[in-house]
């Protein structure tokens, strides 16, 4: 008997094999999933989205802060008309 055939089908049959068995074990999960769900987890996400609106509306604030101290600095560099003009005038 020629065992390089034996070799060939190695790697489907394996393969075969590896898909049965995850698909038996994603069977399982899924079984235990709604039951392992209960009012506790809605808790939870009401806890998290309240923080994560606390920390939203801290962002803003920071934001509308840092808007408001741009508006309000005076630009760091501001040419004056004179040397405008003088180099204007040494252009043409």
Not at 23 to 39: C, E, F, I, L, V
Not at 64 to 76: A, F, I, T, V
């Amino acid at each position: 008997m020629n065992l390089t055939f034996l070799l060939y089908l190695a790697c489907p049959i394996g393969m075969g094999v590896m898909m049965w068995m995850m698909m038996r074990n994603n069977d399982q999960t899924q079984a235990k999933a709604p039951a392992a769900r209960s009012g506790g987890d809605l808790v939870d996400l009401h806890q998290q989205l309240q923080s994560l609106e606390t920390q939203q509306a801290s962002i803003m604030a920071e934001i509308r802060r840092l808007r408001e101290n741009e508006q309000s600095r005076e630009p760091d560099y501001a040419p004056e008309p004179s040397s405008i003009r003088a180099s204007a005038e040494s252009e043409a």
